[in-house]
């Protein structure tokens, strides 16, 4: 078992499993912080700091870093041996409220940053993308993730790993693989491989007209993603002011398409159709 890092308080032996901890060796946390490239006006909002490595290396490139840690321990040994340039808050930032007007900051150079607990990935995301379309404009966010999770955010119409997780990101950002970490990238090692992604965020693309509709729509029809469009949109809710069949025409879209073939455009169009506005 490696040795704790002094000043650090917690090592490998700490993580929890209920948090899907994985904690970045230094060695690696050299390498994500060249990709990361932090710049000195820039702020940081960091996830899941764990006990500090990449905190400490972003500490010394960037303006400030906001470290949220979930776990008490963690939260506390950081806390006693935090850079002064680094603030750190206990809790889940799933329920986080970050507000520009606190911050000392321009949009424009607020940045994310983080090692994501693998069961909660996809929902911290969501945050991500919600936050940004709610006024907090992150410029972009470089985290690491379960490779898993990477294939499906980058993926192309057609693929295997294409679907809801693909379209509803990439609505919102353009997403790019920089790294891959093997499982001796972290302590303790996870079963698979994990990667490092970025996130530029960027206002929908094309524009939708009712949000709830589009998201309802691509998780529908994804239940159903080798059903043809026709079949898989009898999976949608039926409040929607156009049938099925009309929208797909009024969307020019062929029914006989499987979901998996469309692209975020497409669904954009089609979900727009549904609720009574064609493009």
């Known amino acids: 078992m490696p040795r ?3 000043g650090a308080g917690v090592g490998p032996r700490d993580a ?3 948090f899907g901890q994985h904690f970045l060796e230094p060695a690696w946390a050299d390498k994500v912080i060249r990709a990361i490239d932090p710049k000195p006006d820039e702020v940081f909002v960091e996830i899941g700091p764990g006990p500090g490595a990449l905190t400490r290396r ?7 870093v906001i470290a949220y840690e979930i776990d008490r321990d963690l939260a506390a040994a950081l806390e006693k041996s935090r850079p002064l340039n680094v603030g750190v808050i206990e809790g889940d930032f799933l329920d ?3 507000s520009l007007e606190a911050e000392p900051t321009a949009p424009s150079s607020l940045r994310v940053a983080g090692n994501l607990p693998y069961n909660v990935a996809s929902p911290i995301l969501f945050k991500l993308v919600s936050m940004y379309h709610g006024g907090v404009h992150f410029s972009d966010a470089t985290v690491m993730l379960q ?3 990477a294939d499906r955010l980058v993926a192309r119409p057609g693929s295997k790993e294409y679907g809801v997780l693909s379209v509803l990101i990439q609505h919102s950002a353009d997403v ?3 790294v891959t970490l093997p499982p001796g990238a972290f302590r303790p090692p996870p079963k698979v491989q994990s990667a490092l992604v970025r996130l530029r965020f960027h206002p929908v693309d094309p524009p939708v007209r009712d949000a709830a509709v589009f998201e309802s729509l ?10 043809t469009l026709a079949n898989a949109l009898l999976a949608f809710p039926p409040a929607v002011r156009l049938r099925p069949a009309v929208a797909l025409k009024a969307a020019e879209l062929d029914g006989r398409r499987r979901p998996e073939m469309l692209t975020v455009a497409e669904f954009v169009r089609l979900a727009d159709a549904l609720t009574g506005d064609s493009r």
């Open 96 to 98: 986080a409220h970050i």
């Open 16 to 18: 929890k499993k209920r």
């Open 4 to 6: 704790r890092r002094q």
């Open 176 to 178: 790019k693989r920089l």
């Open 218 to 227: 691509v998780q529908a029809v994804f239940t159903r993603r080798r059903k």
């Open 58 to 64: 972003l500490a010394e490139r960037a303006r400030a």
């Open 147 to 149: 490779r898993e999770v």
